[in-house]
């Protein structure tokens, strides 16, 4: 239903095209990753993989599960919610290496948060956290890379702004653009394996941000 949703959502809120390597898969079982840049970005990612006959379920900030409605959904649901530094932060990878077993695939954002910027130009992914690393080396599971690109043309900077985005995104219906890479084999080094993950997500993110013309992209 939230895939579904969010497909409706993005359509009335800007124009998504979608491309993907030759050699891309979202085998069931998969870890997909996604640079992270917006409020709108999961809906952006969820709606691409949709169309890509691809469901996941979702690693979210669990502030998420809270809100009315929605929280019901995501539990409903199955998405998983991360409590961030706490002490059931671990339980996060307690489901999301359950949810692969049962062969779903995972959304994971591996930055952890939004960057701490008020424009809505595009930008390289930022450093990755551990989680990724350690639901990998505990499930084997293949990590699939995805970049997205446009979300933060919906809705970015402070709270005001953010508003005023979203109210006048169906109005200015801004380009979208995620792209799909292929999977990838990561080292048995942690470090080495949370590198080669960000780096192939910031590959899939060059390309979907080299398509609207992003100057960020488009320099590198």
């Given at each position: 239903?939230?895939?579904?949703?969010?497909?409706?959502?993005?359509?009335?809120?800007?124009?998504?095209?979608?491309?993907?390597?030759?050699?891309?898969?979202?085998?069931?079982?998969?870890?997909?990753?996604?640079?992270?840049?917006?409020?709108?970005?999961?809906?952006?990612?969820?709606?691409?993989?949709?169309?890509?006959?691809?469901?996941?379920?979702?690693?979210?900030?669990?502030?998420?599960w809270r809100?009315?409605?929605?929280?019901?959904?995501?539990?409903?649901?199955?998405?998983?919610?991360?409590?961030?530094?706490?002490?059931?932060?671990?339980?996060?990878?307690?489901?999301?290496?359950?949810?692969?077993?049962?062969?779903?695939?995972?959304?994971?954002?591996?930055?952890?948060?939004?960057?701490?910027?008020?424009?809505?130009?595009?930008?390289?992914?930022?450093?990755?956290?551990?989680?990724?690393?350690?639901?990998?080396?505990?499930?084997?599971?293949?990590?699939?890379?995805?970049?997205?690109?446009?979300?933060?043309?919906?809705?970015?900077?402070?709270?005001?702004?953010?508003?005023?985005?979203?109210?006048?995104?169906?109005?200015?219906?801004?380009e979208l653009?995620?792209?799909?890479?292929?999977?990838?084999?990561?080292?048995?080094?942690?470090?080495?394996?949370?590198?080669?993950?960000?780096?192939?997500?910031?590959?899939?993110w060059r390309?979907?941000?080299?398509?609207?013309?992003?100057?960020?992209?488009?320099?590198?």
């Amino acid at each position: 239903m939230l895939s579904h949703l969010a497909d409706a959502l993005v359509l009335a809120f800007g124009r998504l095209t979608v491309t993907a390597d030759a050699d891309a898969e979202l085998a069931p079982g998969s870890i997909v990753v996604a640079n992270h840049t917006s409020l709108a970005d999961p809906a952006v990612v969820l709606a691409a993989l949709h169309r890509l006959g691809a469901r996941p379920v979702v690693m979210a900030t669990a502030g998420l599960w809270r809100v009315p409605v929605l929280g019901g959904a995501l539990a409903r649901e199955g998405h998983i919610p991360v409590h961030r530094g706490g002490p059931s932060a671990a339980d996060a990878l307690d489901g999301a290496a359950e949810a692969l077993g049962r062969g779903r695939l995972v959304l994971i954002y591996a930055e952890g948060g939004l960057p701490h910027r008020t424009d809505a130009a595009e930008t390289a992914p930022g450093a990755f956290r551990s989680g990724l690393s350690r639901l990998v080396r505990r499930t084997g599971a293949p990590v699939v890379p995805v970049g997205q690109a446009g979300a933060r043309r919906v809705t970015s900077g402070r709270t005001a702004k953010q508003l005023a985005g979203l109210f006048t995104a169906p109005l200015r219906r801004p380009e979208l653009h995620v792209h799909v890479g292929a999977p990838v084999a990561l080292t048995p080094d942690g470090a080495l394996r949370t590198e080669r993950a960000r780096t192939a997500v910031t590959a899939a993110w060059r390309t979907a941000a080299g398509r609207l013309g992003e100057p960020a992209a488009l320099a590198a």
